[in-house]
């Protein structure tokens, strides 16, 4: 490598000299290097665009989605019934009039004694039938037990204290390893007097269970004491000929209303579950792609304003792609809306059904008007529920058609702005092995002026020395 030189014969700054020559000589390399910046700047701006604009899409794929059109909301006339609406394809508005005839529990059975910690107290052995419950058919008080699967053996553990059988039976499972799902547990409600409590882990009449060998092992030689596990059930249309019952293992029925999830506390009778259209949420949809819209005009035209008192433009400013896609976003609304709609007859008999074009016109009807300017969005969701009150049917379908039309815009832009940033990124790919190419350019011209000036240094320090010795030989003749 060249070492710099610094005029030591010559007196000039040529580190200096070289230095500016090298700044002539990269002026092209320059230029690469502001192309690649505002190409990145403009790429920056692209893809905020372009974040804005899908917005608009989500929100408009949300207002075109039937499943926005069936939101519900549902009450009861119950403070102890809760009606939740879910919404969905499923929904369906209507009401349901029905009696809480029972709610569901999970078993518990105990064993009331004199001292828990007593010592050989219990039987050595004890056996847990799994089963189920169905309602008492002898009307003898108690509910009618049917064993399922085969009984499970549980060993006590001497010295047979109330903990080393609750202990036993947490830890007890089938013959295929499956847990009993009961859990045993000893409370003292007395001093050492209390009471051995085994609880089913789920609510449900076909999570049952018997426990043998416990009997006369209680206080007093009492036996075991046992409410029996049941479900929910309900009876719909309660007093009619078309009365039936439905039941659930929990408190909780999804199934019974389309769209609406039930859940009850305790037995009553006479309660009415409504379920309404919900046009408030419509609108907040609506309201929603309104909002998003406008994000994306106010983001298009901060990307692309210029400003005439200082002369200065944004990184897209006369960007054609960009600016046309403001103009697209207000025409959907100033244009008016058309679609065609497909119906359910197949006139010429061709297996494709048939279609007519509905010229809905001014979305003005949806409530979706222009600002006064022509530069944003507005909507009324007053005007919006006043008109779907009147024909929900035709604001459903007209709203579902523009959601749809404003979904494929701006599905549309979004691909031709990510087109757009991959040939810009390609384009700086480009400059920046050019500007790679003009370092290796530009070192060797470096090094090549460094030499230069270095053998011009040496050239003159060869005449000084010269003429150094001329005027030594001069003054010596003399």
């Known amino acids: 490598m060249t070492s710099s030189v610094d005029g030591l014969v010559s007196g000039l700054s040529t580190t200096s000299m070289i230095n500016q020559m090298m700044q002539v000589e990269a002026a092209g390399q320059t230029k690469l290097k502001t192309k690649v910046e505002k190409a990145e700047t403009a790429i920056s701006s692209y893809m905020s665009v372009n974040t804005k604009v899908k917005a608009v899409k989500v929100a408009a794929d949300a207002m075109g989605n039937l499943a926005a059109w069936r939101s519900m909301k549902a009450s009861s006339t119950s403070p102890t019934v809760t009606a939740t609406a879910t919404g969905g394809l499923s929904g369906m508005t209507g009401n349901l009039k029905f009696d809480v005839t029972s709610v569901a529990r999970s078993q518990t059975s105990i064993l009331e004694v004199a001292d828990t910690t007593a010592e050989g107290a219990l039987p050595s052995k004890i056996t847990i039938q799994p089963g189920k419950w169905s309602p008492d058919a002898d009307n003898d008080g108690v509910d009618e037990f049917t064993a399922v699967g ?17 202990a036993a039976v947490n830890s007890a499972t089938t ?4 847990s009993l799902g009961i859990r045993a547990y000893t409370v003292n409600t007395s001093g050492n007097e209390g009471v051995v409590q085994f609880s089913g882990m789920k609510s449900g009449a076909a999570n049952g269970f018997q426990i043998t060998g416990l009997e006369g092992f209680g206080k007093d030689g009492a036996d075991p004491k046992t409410t029996s596990a049941r479900d929910a059930v309900l009876t719909v249309n309660p007093g009619s000929t078309a009365a039936y019952q439905v039941s659930s293992t929990t408190n909780t029925f999804s199934t019974l209303m389309p769209g609406v999830t039930i859940s009850v506390t305790k037995e009553e009778e006479g309660v009415v579950v409504d379920a309404a259209s919900d046009s408030t949420a419509i609108a907040d949809k609506i309201q929603a792609m309104v909002t998003a819209a406008n994000d994306a005009l106010t983001e298009i035209a901060a990307q692309t304003k210029y400003d005439v008192d200082t002369k200065k433009g944004s990184p897209l400013t006369g960007d054609f792609t960009v600016r046309q896609m403001n103009q697209s976003l207000l025409s959907a609304i100033s244009n008016g809306l058309s679609y065609t709609k497909t119906l359910t007859t197949d006139a010429d008999n061709d297996g494709k059904k048939d279609t007519v074009k509905v010229d809905f016109g001014s979305l003005k009807q949806l409530g979706i008007t222009l600002s006064k300017d022509g530069s944003q969005f507005e909507f009324s969701a007053s005007d919006f529920n006043d008109a779907y009150v009147k024909d929900p049917t035709k604001i459903q379908e007209a709203g579902m058609a523009f959601g749809s039309q404003l979904r494929s815009l701006t599905e549309g832009q979004t691909n031709t702005i990510t087109r757009v940033v991959t040939g810009r990124k390609t384009e700086i790919k480009t ?14 011209r470096r090094q090549a002026l460094q030499r230069q000036y270095s053998a011009l240094e ?7 020395n010269q003429s150094s010795w001329l005027s030594g030989q001069l003054a010596g003749l003399g």
């Open 150 to 166: 085969d009984p499970v053996e549980v060993t006590i553990p001497e010295p047979r204290t109330m903990a080393k059988m609750t």
């Open 175 to 178: 013959a295929d390893g499956t």
């Open 431 to 444: 400059l920046n092995d050019q500007i790679d190419n003009w370092d290796v350019r530009l070192a060797t």
């Open 458 to 464: 040496t050239s003159l320090g060869n005449l000084k």
